[in-house]
């Protein structure tokens, strides 16, 4: 389990007669970029709840940097960072503000938290917009900004669930870039998105479809057992089978 920081064994999640996570099963290595994809209501959300701490599983096995998902899900919230596209910073907080709560809320100490706010800052260029409403930012601004946050603690481990939608190509590469840098730093980043192009960039990808991991494997070796051009042709060919609408 230690050469792990996800380890999933026939983990599942039902809603009453609804089976949304069905018995998936893999792992993830400490450092490693993972993609986990699948369409709207494949269970990939459900899933990453329950790695996450956020929803108990109903059956089946996991474990985040080596807590227990059903026994020890504070443990896994204070040892991992998150990210989405969704809701990710205050809006009515400025860049420094933001920083200072999320700060808090990972438990940085004072003198620890001033030393890296000064940091994050610096290498993302924000010094200037330290008291700029984070509302005011561009919204590829803000995921950087966002993802900065999301490791400011140092946490073994990241997921980042769609970070990069609605952002241009452009900025959408420059995040990746800072995805490269955490996981340089030892970080392992877990991440979910709907652009097949970003999934190219992952160590490994799995794709959900009906609520189980279809396969999973390197870009390279899934584009060559699908004799597929990309990713996102092996996603098309695997999602056409799928019998479950948007969940």
Known sequence: MNDFAIEAKNLTKTFGAFTAVDSISFEVSKGEIFGFLGANGAGKTTAMKML???????????????????????????????????????????????????????????????????????????????????????????????????????????????????VDPVTRRQFWEQIYEASDRGITVFVTTHYMDEAEYCDRVSIMVDGKIEVLDNPENLKRSFSA?????????????????DS
Not at 57 to 73: H, M, R
Not at 229 to 244: H, P, Q, T, W, Y
């Open 52 to 166: 996450t701490g956020l929803l108990a599983p109903s059956s089946g096995k996991a474990f985040v940097n080596g807590f227990d998902v059903y026994t020890e899900s504070e443990q896994i919230k204070k040892s991992i960072g998150y990210m989405s596209q969704k809701f990710s910073l205050y809006n009515d907080l400025t860049v420094a503000e933001n920083i200072e709560f999320y700060g808090g809320v990972y438990g940085l100490s004072s003198k620890m938290l001033s030393k890296k706010t000064e940091e994050l800052l610096r290498s993302v260029n924000f010094t200037e917009l330290k008291d700029s409403l984070a509302g005011s930012l561009p919204l590829g601004w803000k995921q950087k900004l966002a993802f900065s946050i999301s490791v400011l603690h140092n946490p073994q481990l990241v997921f980042l669930d769609e970070p990069t939608g609605g």
């Open 229 to 245: 051009n990309s990713v996102e042709d092996v996603f098309i060919a695997l999602a056409r089978g799928a019998k479950r609408g």
